[in-house]
Structures are given as C-alpha cells and as structure tokens.
C-alpha cells in the first residue's frame, strides 16, 4: 500500500546522513545516521502542504488536538495511560538530557550510562557539569545483559543522583524486560537516584518483545522518573525538533520545566505540531507497514552475513532499526576498520567506538532504506571482507 522503495536524492536535500563530510565518505552508501531514508507519511506530506498553504506562520500553541494525539497514540500502541499535565514539551530528546542534568544535578554530582550506548548520552551529561559514570554491559552467550553486580555497586554512591537508561537500547538492540526494568527500578528507589529514560525508540520492536515504560512500574517509580519520547524516529520527522517528556511527579516536574524554560525553548514549531498530530491519528497503518519491510531487511542482514561474512556476528534484532555488528575477529584497530569500511567497501556506517570503549571493533548499520540499496551495502561488505 506505501511505496518503500521510492529512491530519494537526500544529498540534494542537505540531509545530514547524506552529505559527506571528507573525502573518504564519497560514493559511500550511507547507512550510519538515524533516521529513515523512506518518504514520510502520506499523512503527514498532506497536513503540512494543507497548512503551509496558510501563509500565516507566527508563533503557535500546542492546543488539546496535539495532546490528544500523543495521549491515544501511548494508550493505544503501549497501554500507557499519559495524562496532558505530566508533558513538558522539549525540541528533542537530546535537549531532554540537558535539561535533565541540569533540573537534577549540581556540578560534581554523578550520572550513570550503560554502554555502549548513544553518544549524545555521554556528551549531554560531561557538557553540563556532571560527572560521568559508566555501567557496561555484559556479553553473555551472544546476547547483552545488565551487569546488575556492578549497578549495584556504582548506585550506592551518594553522588549519583541520575541514571540514563536507554529502552530500546541503541545500538544493542535490546528490549528490556520488565523484571530487568524492575531490578533497575529498585535499586534507583533505594539510592534516591532519579531515572531519564531515553525511549525514542519505543515504537519499533520485534516478535514477541514488549517496550515497557518503567515509569509504569509502580507509583513510587513514576514519581522518580523522567520518561523522554518523541515522533522522530518513528516517522522519520527529525528536522521537526519535537520530544514529549513525561513527568508525573509535580516536584520533579516543575524542576525539570525550569530547567527548559530557562534555555528559553518551551515551544514547538509549527512543523513539528502538525506533523505529530498528523503521524499520531492518521500514519499508524503506514508506520506498521514500515516496521515490517524495517524487519524484512534485518533478517536479510542476518542471512547474508551468516552466508557471506561469517566472522561477523550479530545479534537478535529485538528493538530499534539499528544493527549492530561485531568486526572484531577480523583484527582491525577502530581506525583501521572505519578506514576500511569507507576507503574499500564504500559503505558510510556509525563506528562503534563512538558509543563507549565496550564498542570497540563493532560498526552500526541503520537498516531503513530501500532493500536494493541493503543489498548493494552488504555486496560491498562482503567482497571487501574477502579482500582483508
């Protein structure tokens, strides 16, 4: 019904996954940013030419229709009861990590991560006075786990105040479970340690994996909890700065609407208002129809690896449209496999490393374009990974 594979000049368009930066990224396939290559929503296409068409483009409220559509979209696809005065709105989840550092720490204080993970997490909290602690995740058996061990240990320091968690992970692709989200929670509780969660990618999950928001746990987790969403990825509408950041707590809210208040960026574009609106009440059947071509590629991922790169490994594709990869049986230093990714197969992917030192010798691959341009990126792949 929803044309997946319509080819899109992207370059021609500025977009950032598209436009090299050096030379060694010309003629590369592009697969390393996060956001989609496909045309947007047909729903969205038409409410934003309907209202550009109204040469009127002054400052504009979020009124109830905008609520609405994100309030039905959570109950509907993730039984998540949000309610309109839990929202602060933000220009991004990334903005989100900001202000949450600043709404809950004070220069010195500590905040934890569980790499790899996202660079901007890292960036966010370093860039604003805190101090960075890490909590890796554990290789067990193929699959990432939570070291709870070490979470335990690192919660107990009374200079952390906040936890980022990111669910689902990127890049790992994991979903986390209730119980691991329980076991999180609990110890969060204890230590009087406050919880952002990064669920940008709540949309996209796989089989029988279930995104759970903690802040659904239990009321005493709510109360501590920073929950950040947005439409961007699952409608592909980045350049419209918009994140839904849920708080149900007054306290904690009013801290963190502080925070973004005093940044002066309170307000959404009118862009992103009708987009939102748009994607939420009338691109539901275009985003499931997108969710399994997303998956259609991921399993051709998988068997043309396990086919033609067997030393690659990867990992079940739980959450998220971002796979990842392990290069590291081929030996290569992270410059040496970036170079190589680049310079010999011509493929554009987000280097590993950049997500945590636990990313060594691992490569993200962002698998929603079309599935011709998949084949190509693979084929490049694996005839330079004959070369080595």
Known sequence: MYDFEKTIDRAALDALKAVPFNPSQEGCIPLWVADMDFPAAPAIQEALVARMSTPSYGYTLCKDRYYSAVIDWMKRRHQWDVAKEWFVLTPGVVPAMAFAVRAVTTPGDKVMIQTPVYPQFAKMIQSNGATLVTNPLKLVDGRYEIDFEDFEQKVKDPALKLFFLCNPHNPVGRVWKRDELQRLADLCLEHDVIIFSDDIH???????????????????????????TSPSKTFSIASFKMGNIFIEEEELRQKYRKAVESAGVAELDLGAIEATIAGYTKGEAWFDEALKYIEGNSRYIERFI??????????AQEGTYLKWLDWRSFGMTDKE????????????????????KEGSGFMRLNMTSRRAVIEEAMERLARAAERL
């Open 202 to 228: 709540h949309d996209f999950t796989y089989g029988d994996h279930q995104y759970t928001p903690i802040a659904t746990l239990s009321p005493d987790v709510a109360a501590r909890t920073i929950s950040a």
């Open 306 to 315: 396990a086919e033609r790169i067997p030393k690659v490994k990867t990992f």
């Open 337 to 356: 496999l970036n170079e190589w990714a680049l310079n010999e197969a011509k493929v554009w992917l987000s280097e590993g490393y950049a997500f945590g």
